[in-house]
C-alpha cells in the first residue's frame, strides 16, 4: 500500500491528478512540472476570457437596458419606443432621460427615473457566464489536487505557471473575479 508523504518533498512516485499517473523518473517529474505551468497559464487564459466577456455582455445589457420599453415612454408613437433614450444627467441616483420622437428635434419631456441597479436575468448571458465559471472552478480544484501531492516541484511550477499567465492575460480580466475569495 502506497501511502502518501504528508510534507513537503521532491521525490517522486505520487500520483498527479489520477491514480495511474505517478511521475517517478526525474524527467517524468519534469515533464509533470512542465504540463503544470501550462495548465496554470491556460487557467489564467479562461480568467483572462471571462473578464473580457463579462465585459462584453455588460455593455450589451445596458444597450438593451437604454432601450425604452413600453411603459418609459410618454407618447403612445411606436416610433419613438424603439429609439434610445438619452441619458443628460445622473445625479443622486436619479437619471434626468431625454425622451424624443424623432431624435434631430429637441426632446418633447424630460423623465426623471432611479436607474436600475441589478441587471436582468439574460439566459444568453448568464448561462454561458455560469458555465464559465463552473470550468474556472473545475481548473482550480484539479491544481488544487495537484498540490495536494506536497510534491515541492509541483507546487512551484504551479505557482510559476499561474505567475507568467497573469503577466500575459492579467490586464484582460477586468470584469471577472480573479480569484476565489468569497
Given at each position: 500500500?502506497?501511502?502518501?508523504?504528508?510534507?513537503?518533498?521532491?521525490?517522486?512516485?505520487?500520483?498527479?491528478?489520477?491514480?495511474?499517473?505517478?511521475?517517478?523518473?526525474?524527467?517524468?517529474?519534469?515533464?509533470?512540472?512542465?504540463?503544470?505551468v501550462i495548465f496554470a497559464i491556460f487557467e489564467?487564459?479562461?480568467?483572462?476570457?471571462?473578464?473580457?466577456?463579462?465585459?462584453?455582455?455588460?455593455?450589451?445589457?445596458?444597450?438593451?437596458?437604454?432601450?425604452?420599453?413600453?411603459?418609459?415612454?410618454?407618447?403612445?408613437?411606436?416610433?419613438?419606443?424603439?429609439?434610445?433614450?438619452?441619458?443628460?444627467?445622473?445625479?443622486?441616483?436619479?437619471?434626468?432621460?431625454?425622451?424624443?420622437?424623432?431624435?434631430?428635434?429637441?426632446?418633447?419631456?424630460?423623465?426623471?427615473?432611479?436607474?436600475?441597479?441589478?441587471?436582468?436575468?439574460?439566459?444568453?448571458?448568464?448561462?454561458?457566464?455560469?458555465?464559465?465559471?463552473?470550468?474556472?472552478?473545475?481548473?482550480?480544484?484539479?491544481?488544487?489536487?495537484?498540490?495536494?501531492?506536497?510534491?515541492?516541484?509541483y507546487i512551484i511550477s504551479i505557482i510559476v505557471?499561474?505567475?507568467?499567465?497573469?503577466?500575459?492575460?492579467?490586464?484582460?480580466?477586468?470584469?471577472?473575479?480573479?480569484?476565489?475569495?468569497h
Amino acid at each position: 500500500m502506497v501511502m502518501m508523504v504528508p510534507w513537503l518533498h521532491f521525490t517522486g512516485g505520487d500520483s498527479l491528478i489520477f491514480k495511474s499517473w505517478h511521475p517517478s523518473s526525474h524527467g517524468a517529474i519534469a515533464g509533470a512540472c512542465i504540463g503544470l505551468v501550462i495548465f496554470a497559464i491556460f487557467e489564467r487564459w479562461v480568467n483572462a476570457m471571462r473578464g473580457v466577456l463579462s465585459v462584453y455582455w455588460r455593455t450589451r445589457t445596458l444597450a438593451q437596458m437604454s432601450v425604452p420599453s413600453s411603459s418609459d415612454a410618454p407618447c403612445h408613437d411606436s416610433s419613438s419606443i424603439s429609439k434610445p433614450l438619452k441619458v443628460s444627467a445622473v445625479s443622486d441616483g436619479v437619471e434626468e432621460v431625454d425622451i424624443s420622437p424623432v431624435p434631430s428635434q429637441r426632446p418633447a419631456l424630460r423623465v426623471r427615473r432611479v436607474p436600475r441597479t441589478i441587471p436582468p436575468f439574460l439566459p444568453s448571458h448568464d448561462i454561458p457566464r455560469g458555465a464559465l465559471f463552473a470550468f474556472q472552478a473545475l481548473l482550480y480544484y484539479v491544481l488544487m489536487l495537484a498540490v495536494m501531492t506536497f510534491q515541492a516541484a509541483y507546487i512551484i511550477s504551479i505557482i510559476v505557471g499561474l505567475m507568467i499567465g497573469e503577466v500575459l492575460f492579467g490586464r484582460y480580466a477586468g470584469g471577472a473575479k480573479t480569484h476565489f475569495s468569497h
